[in-house]
């Protein structure tokens, strides 16, 4: 059984900078594919950011494209999304949700392929 811990949300002000964490406890970090998913009240969960096993290859929204990084550190079993420029609309409980996968390449933007979920972050960006 894998578990996801996320840390780092907080309350921001607009243009703000926040870097989420999220530490997986499993022995082969390095074969998961990880993605950050995210939940606004009235809203249905949303895909933000991925990143395949070896981090060489992410994926975004496009609405948070040039503001947010997803990254990797297998030898801390975490994976990082960091926020710049964040906006109000950026308000939501985030979600680290992982894959075991055997592709090397993998990545996916569908929160029902990935087995593991962490238990959310609030970000909470005041205007």
């Known amino acids: 059984q894998v578990q996801l811990v996320e840390s780092g949300g907080g309350l921001v002000q607009a243009g703000g900078s926040l870097r989420l964490s999220c530490v997986a406890s499993?022995?082969?970090?390095?074969?998961?594919?990880v993605a950050w998913f995210r939940q606004s009240p009235g809203k249905e969960r949303e895909f933000v950011a991925a990143i395949n096993r070896s981090g060489g290859t992410t994926r975004y929204i496009d609405s948070v494209k040039g503001r947010f990084t997803i990254s990797r550190d297998d030898a801390k079993n975490t994976v990082y999304l960091q926020m710049n420029s964040l906006k109000p609309e950026d308000t939501a409980v985030y979600y680290c949700?992982?894959?075991?996968?055997?592709?090397?390449?993998?990545?996916?933007?569908?929160?029902?392929?990935?087995?593991?979920w962490g238990q959310g972050a609030q970000v909470t960006v005041s205007s």
């Open positions: 949700a992982a894959a075991l996968v055997g592709a090397s390449l993998w990545v996916s933007p569908i929160s029902s392929q990935y087995e593991y």
């Open positions: 499993v022995r082969t970090f390095s074969n998961y594919a």
